[in-house]
């Protein structure tokens, strides 16, 4: 069975610039999760979809930070504009329903300039 | 308070030693729990759930008391490849929360 699928791998932009990420998750799973960890830290929740509807995203930075998932497979979240702060892995999770054990992706490596 | 709070650590252990964290968290009606793995630059993985009446898994075992809201994780005969940040996991509502992790370190 394959994986959740992120992608860049690693992305370094400079402040004020746009950046995306893409997660495809494992198939058949309902709930995404984008998480955001920073260094030292563990996972924060910043948004979580079930199909394609949004059941949590009061920790996203909606002034910078948004995501959709188009047709409840895959997610996009994008940043815009960025700052250094912002410099994070950003994990992409998926469950077969709510309260289920998560399976995480490799995560997209942030770095801000 | 925080929603999950972790012992801090580092815990520096021996091989062979037995080692527990706690896990601490604040909803009441939390009902999901699970212990996750993380090695240095890698992504979480799930190591075990937690269940009411406690379970094991080989030597690691996990206990969960609502009345006083933790969850524990005991590790027996550690190993050097047991060397990870160890995160806690508790749901709130219907999403997931992470503690901040608590890092072990298994020396020869």
């Known amino acids: 069975e394959a994986g959740v699928a992120q992608s860049p791998r690693y992305k370094i932009i400079e402040k004020r610039q746009s950046v995306a990420f893409w997660c495809n998750p494992i198939?058949?799973?309902?709930?995404l999760y984008w998480y955001q960890q920073i260094l030292g830290q563990g996972p924060k929740l910043l948004i979580q979809?079930?199909?394609?509807?949004?059941?949590?995203d009061s920790q996203l930075p909606k002034d910078r930070f948004s995501a959709e998932r188009l047709k409840g497979v895959d997610s996009t979240l994008k940043i815009q504009p960025a700052k250094l702060e912002d410099s994070a892995v950003y994990l992409c999770?998926?469950?077969?329903?709510?309260?289920?054990?998560?399976?995480f992706g490799e995560g997209s490596r942030l770095t801000v300039l | 308070r925080k929603e999950v709070e972790q012992d801090p650590g580092p815990f520096n252990v021996p091989e062979g030693a037995t080692v527990a964290f706690n896990c601490t968290y604040s909803?009441?009606?939390?009902?999901?729990f699970f212990w996750y793995r993380q090695d240095c630059r890698k992504e979480p993985k799930l190591l075990m759930s937690v269940y009411s009446s406690g379970n094991e898994d080989g030597r690691f075992t996990a206990q969960l008391n609502r009345a006083s809201q933790y969850i524990s994780l005991l590790i027996r005969d550690s190993k050097l490849s047991d060397s990870a940040t160890y995160l806690c996991?508790?749901?709130?509502?219907?999403?997931?929360?992470f503690g901040a992790g608590t890092r072990l370190t298994v020396k020869p």
């Open positions: 198939s058949g799973h309902a709930t």
């Open positions: 996991v508790v749901n709130r509502g219907n999403d997931m929360r």
């Open positions: 999770a998926s469950s077969f329903i709510l309260l289920r054990e998560l399976f």
């Open positions: 979809f079930q199909n394609n509807g949004v059941v949590d």
């Open positions: 909803n009441s009606a939390s009902q999901s």
